[in-house]
């Protein structure tokens, strides 16, 4: 009989809902919430209230696009943590009601964990030992996989995440939120050598955004306005350019420091068309064999949540009912 996968996302502001059936994706949606633009960042409250807005159509569109009826359904996953309490709640009360109702197995997953493991949704998959370089809103790690479920943090951010120095750039700049993709879209048009950024000096795998924030800020703070709008593209290819390089020479350094050759990166600054390209190039400068999630399964998504649970429900990795939504800080 086949294996059919409920798997629900909702750490942070979008609602997702995806169904795989036997290890393939059939549906992916998601709600995107448009009410935190006017704050300048993520309004958690808003989002919980959102998600509960959300998570019953969604759902609902999942399993329609699907074709499969929840009575089919062999498990029900969901996002545990990392991630907002409040919206962390909202998705695992419903996982939990629905696994219940159905009596089925639910099977709790690890935020980061399933960003990595986006890289097995398509057909040609990493082999192990596999390295991936995760770069999100609130996390850069530098992952190694021995297994889909075998995964060791290698090297972290020591302050800021690659996505919040975007963001932060891009909001020192006067760009709405979320600023990473408006980063990349304007340094398409710019000439990343422009304006030089420092990079900081940490030892070892660790990264660390704080002082590039800082200088991009006194940088704009010593310029006139009229000079930023005129030089934007310039401005925002020479800053994207800047957190690239901070991620691959430590990419390089873990690939030459334990020899593995399949690299990946993944999470929603993995969407970045310099950071894609950048891992391509390398990736023929060392030979590597290189991983690129499609888009939708960069930024938040639940079908990586249901890859994940596939491997767990494969595993016989099941939840109980009292597993606690943000508990559980490792994978
Ligand atoms: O993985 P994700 O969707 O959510 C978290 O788990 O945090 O990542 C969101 C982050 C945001 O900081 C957003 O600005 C960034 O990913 N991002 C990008 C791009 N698309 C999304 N950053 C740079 N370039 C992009 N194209
Ligand atoms: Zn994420």
């Given at each position: 009989?086949?294996?059919?996968?409920?798997?629900?996302?909702?750490?942070?502001?979008?609602?997702?809902?995806?169904?795989?059936?036997?290890?393939?994706?059939?549906?992916?949606?998601?709600?995107?919430?448009?009410?935190?633009?006017?704050?300048?960042?993520?309004?958690p409250e808003l989002a919980s209230r959102a998600h509960q807005e959300n998570i019953v159509p969604v759902v609902d569109l999942a399993l329609k696009k699907a074709g499969v009826s929840k009575e089919e359904l062999s498990a029900i996953a969901f996002t545990q943590a990392p991630g907002l309490m409040g919206s962390l709640l909202v998705g695992s009360s419903f996982a939990k009601s629905l696994?219940?109702?159905?009596?089925?197995?639910?099977?709790?997953?690890?935020?980061?964990?399933?960003?990595?493991?986006?890289?097995?949704?398509?057909?040609?998959?990493?082999?192990?030992?596999?390295?991936?370089?995760?770069?999100?809103?609130?996390?850069?790690?530098?992952?190694?996989?021995?297994?889909?479920?075998?995964?060791?943090?290698?090297?972290?951010?020591?302050?800021?995440?690659?996505g919040e120095a975007f963001d932060k750039s891009a909001k020192l700049l006067g760009l709405p939120?979320?600023?990473?993709?408006l980063i990349d879209k304007y340094a398409a048009q710019g000439d990343p050598k422009r304006f030089k950024f420092p990079e900081p000096q940490i030892p070892g795998l660790n990264f660390s955004f704080s002082g590039l924030?800082?200088?991009?800020?006194?940088?704009?703070?010593?310029?006139?306005?009229?000079?930023?709008?005129?030089?934007l593209a310039d401005i925002c290819a020479s800053i994207q350019q800047r957190i690239i390089s901070i991620l691959m020479n430590k990419l390089v350094k873990a690939s030459k420091e334990?020899?593995?050759?399949?690299?990946?990166?993944?999470?929603?600054?993995?969407?970045?068309s310099g950071l894609r390209k950048a891992l391509e190039e390398q990736g023929a400068k060392?030979?590597?064999?290189?991983?690129?999630?499609?888009?939708?399964?960069?930024?938040?998504?639940?079908?990586?949540?249901?890859?994940?649970?596939?491997?767990?429900?494969?595993?016989?990795?099941?939840?109980?009912?009292?597993?606690?939504?943000?508990?559980?800080a490792a994978f």
């Amino acid at each position: 009989m086949s294996v059919k996968i409920l798997a629900i996302e909702s750490s942070c502001d979008d609602t997702g809902a995806s169904v795989l059936v036997d290890g393939k994706i059939l549906s992916n949606c998601i709600a995107n919430q448009t009410v935190h633009e006017q704050y300048g960042g993520v309004v958690p409250e808003l989002a919980s209230r959102a998600h509960q807005e959300n998570i019953v159509p969604v759902v609902d569109l999942a399993l329609k696009k699907a074709g499969v009826s929840k009575e089919e359904l062999s498990a029900i996953a969901f996002t545990q943590a990392p991630g907002l309490m409040g919206s962390l709640l909202v998705g695992s009360s419903f996982a939990k009601s629905l696994a219940m109702a159905l009596d089925i197995p639910l099977i709790a997953v690890h935020h980061m964990q399933a960003h990595v493991l986006a890289n097995f949704i398509a057909e040609s998959k990493p082999s192990f030992p596999f390295l991936c370089l995760t770069v999100s809103g609130g996390h850069t790690q530098i992952v190694r996989c021995d297994s889909p479920l075998q995964m060791k943090v290698i090297g972290e951010t020591l302050d800021d995440a690659a996505g919040e120095a975007f963001d932060k750039s891009a909001k020192l700049l006067g760009l709405p939120y979320p600023g990473g993709p408006l980063i990349d879209k304007y340094a398409a048009q710019g000439d990343p050598k422009r304006f030089k950024f420092p990079e900081p000096q940490i030892p070892g795998l660790n990264f660390s955004f704080s002082g590039l924030k800082t200088s991009i800020l006194y940088f704009i703070q010593s310029q006139e306005p009229q000079f930023i709008q005129d030089n934007l593209a310039d401005i925002c290819a020479s800053i994207q350019q800047r957190i690239i390089s901070i991620l691959m020479n430590k990419l390089v350094k873990a690939s030459k420091e334990t020899g593995i050759k399949e690299i990946g990166i993944a999470g929603g600054v993995s969407a970045n068309s310099g950071l894609r390209k950048a891992l391509e190039e390398q990736g023929a400068k060392y030979g590597w064999n290189t991983y690129i999630p499609k888009f939708e399964y960069c930024t938040d998504n639940a079908a990586m949540i249901a890859i994940t649970a596939w491997y767990k429900y494969q595993a016989g990795e099941f939840a109980g009912l009292d597993v606690i939504p943000g508990a559980r800080a490792a994978f």
